[in-house]
Structure formats: structure tokens, C-alpha cells
């Protein structure tokens, strides 16, 4: 444990979607002896800047070296409101500002702060401002004397960037110095336990999702040297709770290559690739190494979606996958559709899709393992071929038995 005046920071370990584990941080603002804000929470962000190879999107999560700090944060004594401000990084941060009447607080602002000058989180950007955007709704409320309570991802627009926040415990105006026992559950994970899903019934069958564009795309060392090759059309089946028809969906969605930005990031054990299509969608992929068994293989999907039919932008995803294993060294391709389950209401389905996530080398795949499909469907030709070379060849040995016995038969004659 690490103390910051008194407060301690990292907690707990926590998986987030497409991320791996990274670990909550307890956050913790107090004033002479008494504590007024305290926040357990696990959050990353999506950021979307401009490098000199065009947009690129990172994911960047709080990581738990995080610090309040103290001289920005307050409990509003003094007048003006209590707020909690947490730094990172070399001039990162994540705000939060809140307000209360007689029964409720809620967080006001969300405020993001990033330093494009930070070329670990932002390689090759082309600015190297210090951005601060705000969001102005955030959707967090509470009883006073409660402990807010989400355990579920809650995705948040901050200006045109996106922060998750999960596994969140906070209070603000507490009367003692610990979170109290009583909580404030969100609706999110009300209905994740309550509700279940309701599908469609539709009246007339849905027209046959039309199969999606083949993208090409890559992802650069710093150096400049491919690392990651991939070439895939990419369908998302997924289920949200539509707006306009105020119930839960499933939307058969496309990816669109020539809408769709690439960005990633390559290391010795894990690579990532980040798709991003009109800023409201936001698809990561992890590829993840097994030593043991020297191969690589999908082992995380995650999808940030913010669709103008949503009543709030979602998020999904999976961290424990393993799809597409691959011998190191070797491509993985698959022609033929495939069917990825990521959760309960959201899938994957591949296309014509040929990936390598590690020693890619001249910019080019190296020899491919093929899917059992791809390998079935060959085997159709095959059989096919084996079946019409036997037919020839019982013919061919019938009509040297009538001709031998027509012969024979001559002879007797
Ligand atoms: C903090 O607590 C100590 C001992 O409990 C007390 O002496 C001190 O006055 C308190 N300070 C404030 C600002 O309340
Ligand atoms: C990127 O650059 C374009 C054109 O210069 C600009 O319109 C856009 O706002 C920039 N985006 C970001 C995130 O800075
Ligand atoms: C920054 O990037 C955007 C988009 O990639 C480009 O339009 C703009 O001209 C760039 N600005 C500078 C100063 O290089
Ligand atoms: C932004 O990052 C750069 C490089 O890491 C650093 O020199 C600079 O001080 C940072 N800016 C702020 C406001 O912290
Ligand atoms: C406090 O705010 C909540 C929601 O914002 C509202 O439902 C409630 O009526 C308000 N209470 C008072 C006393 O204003
Ligand atoms: C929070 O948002 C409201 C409404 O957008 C704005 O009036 C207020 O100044 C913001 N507060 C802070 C601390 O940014
Ligand atoms: C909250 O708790 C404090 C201290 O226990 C108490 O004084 C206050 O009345 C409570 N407020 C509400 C709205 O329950
Ligand atoms: C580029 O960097 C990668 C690792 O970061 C290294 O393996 C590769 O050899 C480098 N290529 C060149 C041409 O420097
Ligand atoms: C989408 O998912 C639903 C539920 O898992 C499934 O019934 C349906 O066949 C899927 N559709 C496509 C096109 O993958
Ligand atoms: C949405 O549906 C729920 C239950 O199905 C209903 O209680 C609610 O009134 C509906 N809301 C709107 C805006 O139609
Ligand atoms: C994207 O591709 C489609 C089909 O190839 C084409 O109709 C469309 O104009 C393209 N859009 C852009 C922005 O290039
Ligand atoms: C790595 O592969 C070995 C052998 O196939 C397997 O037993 C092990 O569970 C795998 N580890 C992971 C983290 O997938």
C-alpha cells in the first residue's frame, strides 16, 4: 500500500474489457481530520488524436500510480463544490465535481486532461497541447449518506473522447471516513441482474444481413517497421436497448473499411489493435502470447459503442478469449465465416480474415494456418475429385474385363 496524506491507493485487481488487468485505485480527498470524498474505481479512456499518419485512438487506463492531488481537490468548505482531482502521468488527469440538494448528490462534471506530449500513450502525435475536456452530464447519482454503487461499465462522452469508468464504489459528502454501508445501485446493474433481456419478435423475418467490406490494416513499431498485419471484414451482432423502440435490440452492424481508423501497439507478449469507425464505435483486439504452448491467440474484444438509437453509450467485452490460435511465426486465415461469442448479446462474425499478431516480418504474412472450415471446404473438391478418378478408373477396369472376356469369348467360339 501507498499512502497519499493518509490515503491509500491501490485496492483491488480488476479485469477490464479489452485491456487485461488493471487495477482499481482508491482515491481519497480529505480536509483536516475528515474525509469528504473517497472513490474506488478502475477507469480507462479513449483517446482519439491526430498523428502525422492520421487519427489514431489509444486506450489508456488509469493506472494505479494515480495521486490525488491535493491542492486542485477540495470538500468545498470553503464555498464552491467538493471536488476530486486525480493525476497521472506527466500532466494526466481525471476530475470529478459534484452537488447536492436535501436527499441527493450526483457528479456534475467529469473532466478529462491529456498531454499530447506524452509520446508513451500518444506516439507521433502532431500537437503537444495539454487537452482538458468536459463533460457535462454524467448520469452519477446518489442518497446522501449512500455508497454509489456500478459495478457495470459506465462509458461516459467526454467532448469526443470516451471514459469507462467500472467497479465503482464513491461517496461525496460523507458524514465519516468510511464508505457507507448503504449503497446507491446503479441501473446497469440492476438490470443486469434483474431484467432479463427481451428479444424482438419480429412480425416479418429480417432481411439477410448483407456480408462486410474486407479492411486491411496494420500496426507500426515507433520505428516505423510493421508489426501487425490483419485483413478481415467485421460484423457486430449486438444487443442495446434501442431508444426509439424503448426495448433491447439486436443490431446486425458492419464495419466499413474506408471509415475505419487503425491504431495498436505491439510488445514482446501482447499486441493490440484499436478500430475506430465515425468516433461512435470503437472495436479493440488483443492478441496475447502462450509460451508454453508457442502460440498466439485472440484473447480479448472490446467495444465501445455510442450509436445515435442509444440511450447511453455501452460497452461490452471479453478478456478471457481464445479464438484463433496460431503457431509463432505463422498467420492464421479463415475464409469462411466465423462466429465469435464475446458475452451474452454480442458476437463477432469474421470474414475472409487473415491475421498475425507477432514476428511479422517485411510487411508481410507468413505462411498461414487454415480454420477447420477453410480445411473442410477444401476437402469437398477433393472428395469430389477422388470420387469421379475412382469412377474412372471402375470403367476403365470394367471395360478391360468385357474386353478380355469378349476375347476369351472367341476364341471358344
Ligand atoms: C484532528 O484530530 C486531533 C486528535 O484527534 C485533534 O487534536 C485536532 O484538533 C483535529 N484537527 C482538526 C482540524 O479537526
Ligand atoms: C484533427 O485535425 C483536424 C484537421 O486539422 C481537425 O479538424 C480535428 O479537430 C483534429 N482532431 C483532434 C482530435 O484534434
Ligand atoms: C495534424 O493532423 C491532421 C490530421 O492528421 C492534419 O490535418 C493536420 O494538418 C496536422 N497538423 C499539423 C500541424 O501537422
Ligand atoms: C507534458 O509532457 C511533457 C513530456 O512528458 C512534459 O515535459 C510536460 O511537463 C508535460 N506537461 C504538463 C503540463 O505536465
Ligand atoms: C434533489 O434532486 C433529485 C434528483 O435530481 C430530485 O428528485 C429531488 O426532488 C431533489 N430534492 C430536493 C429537495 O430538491
Ligand atoms: C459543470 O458543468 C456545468 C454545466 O455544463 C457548468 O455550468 C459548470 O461550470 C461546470 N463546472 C465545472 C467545475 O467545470
Ligand atoms: C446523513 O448522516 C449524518 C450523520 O450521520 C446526519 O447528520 C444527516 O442527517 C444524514 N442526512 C440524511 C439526508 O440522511
Ligand atoms: C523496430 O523495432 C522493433 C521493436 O521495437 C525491432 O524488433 C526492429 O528490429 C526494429 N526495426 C528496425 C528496422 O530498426
Ligand atoms: C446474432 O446473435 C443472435 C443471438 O445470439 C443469433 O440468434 C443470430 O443468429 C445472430 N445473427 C448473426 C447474423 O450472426
Ligand atoms: C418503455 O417500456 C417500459 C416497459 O416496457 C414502460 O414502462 C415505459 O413507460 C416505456 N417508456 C416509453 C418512453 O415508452
Ligand atoms: C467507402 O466505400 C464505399 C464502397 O466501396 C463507397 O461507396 C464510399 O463512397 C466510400 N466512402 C468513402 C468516404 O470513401
Ligand atoms: C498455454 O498452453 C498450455 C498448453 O497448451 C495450456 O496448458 C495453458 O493453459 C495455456 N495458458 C494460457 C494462459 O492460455
Not at 392 to 409: D, M, T
Request: aromatic share 8%; charged share 10%.
Amino acid at each position: 500500500m501507498r499512502y497519499f496524506q493518509g490515503c491509500g491507493t491501490l485496492l483491488l485487481l480488476v479485469c477490464v474489457a479489452g485491456l487485461g488487468c488493471i487495477q482499481a485505485v482508491t482515491l481519497e480527498v480529505r480536509e483536516g481530520n475528515s474525509t469528504c470524498i473517497k472513490a474506488e474505481v478502475s477507469a480507462f479512456f479513449s483517446i482519439t488524436y491526430n498523428a502525422s499518419s492520421g487519427a489514431r485512438s489509444v486506450q489508456v487506463p488509469l493506472p494505479n500510480t494515480t495521486r490525488v492531488d491535493a491542492i486542485s481537490s477540495t470538500c468545498g468548505t470553503g464555498g464552491g463544490l467538493p471536488g476530486l482531482v486525480a493525476t497521472f502521468g506527466p500532466g494526466h488527469a481525471l476530475g470529478l465535481s459534484f452537488s447536492r440538494n436535501g436527499s441527493f448528490y450526483s457528479v456534475d462534471n467529469l473532466t478529462l486532461q491529456y498531454n499530447l506530449s506524452d509520446t508513451s500513450i500518444f506516439p507521433d502525435a502532431n500537437s503537444s497541447d495539454v487537452v482538458t475536456v468536459v463533460s457535462a452530464s454524467v448520469g452519477i447519482r446518489a442518497a446522501i449518506n449512500t455508497t454509489y454503487r456500478c459495478v457495470s461499465a459506465t462509458s461516459v462522452a467526454v467532448g469526443a473522447q470516451v471514459v469507462t469508468l467500472s467497479d465503482m464504489r464513491l461517496q461525496a459528502y460523507m458524514p465519516g471516513d468510511d464508505l457507507s454501508p448503504a449503497e446507491t445501485t446503479c441501473a446497469a446493474d440492476q438490470a443486469s441482474t434483474v431484467a432479463p433481456i427481451t428479444t424482438q419478435t419480429p412480425s416479418t423475418p429480417p432481411p439477410e444481413p448483407s456480408t462486410p467490406e474486407q479492411g486491411v490494416y496494420s500496426v507500426r513499431n515507433l520505428n516505423g517497421t510493421v508489426c501487425f498485419l490483419a485483413q478481415m471484414g467485421l460484423q457486430l451482432n449486438f444487443s442495446y436497448v434501442s431508444q426509439s423502440q424503448n426495448k433491447t435490440i439486436q443490431e446486425i452492424f458492419n464495419l466499413t473499411p474506408n471509415l475505419t481508423s487503425s491504431s495498436g501497439s505491439c510488445e514482446a507478449s501482447r499486441a493490440t489493435l484499436v478500430l475506430v469507425q465515425d468516433r461512435t464505435t470503437t472495436l479493440g483486439f488483443t492478441f496475447s502470447v502462450n509460451s508454453t504452448s508457442n502460440k498466439f491467440y485472440l484473447s480479448a474484444i472490446n467495444l465501445s459503442a455510442d450509436w445515435p438509437d442509444m440511450t447511453v453509450p455501452v460497452s461490452a467485452g471479453s478478456t478471457d478469449l481464445d479464438y484463433l490460435r496460431t503457431t509463432l511465426g505463422r498467420s492464421y486465415k479463415c475464409n469462411m465465416e466465423q462466429s465469435l461469442p464475446v458475452q451474452p448479446g454480442f458476437s463477432l462474425n469474421t470474414f475472409r480474415l487473415q491475421v498475425q499478431a507477432f514476428n511479422v516480418t517485411t510487411n508481410q504474412f507468413a505462411t498461414a494456418e487454415e480454420c477447420q472450415m477453410d480445411q473442410d471446404q477444401m476437402l469437398i473438391p477433393i472428395i469430389v475429385g477422388a470420387a469421379l478418378a475412382g469412377l474412372v478408373l471402375i470403367v476403365l477396369v470394367a471395360y478391360l474385363i468385357g474386353r478380355k472376356r469378349s476375347h476369351a469369348g472367341y476364341q471358344t467360339i
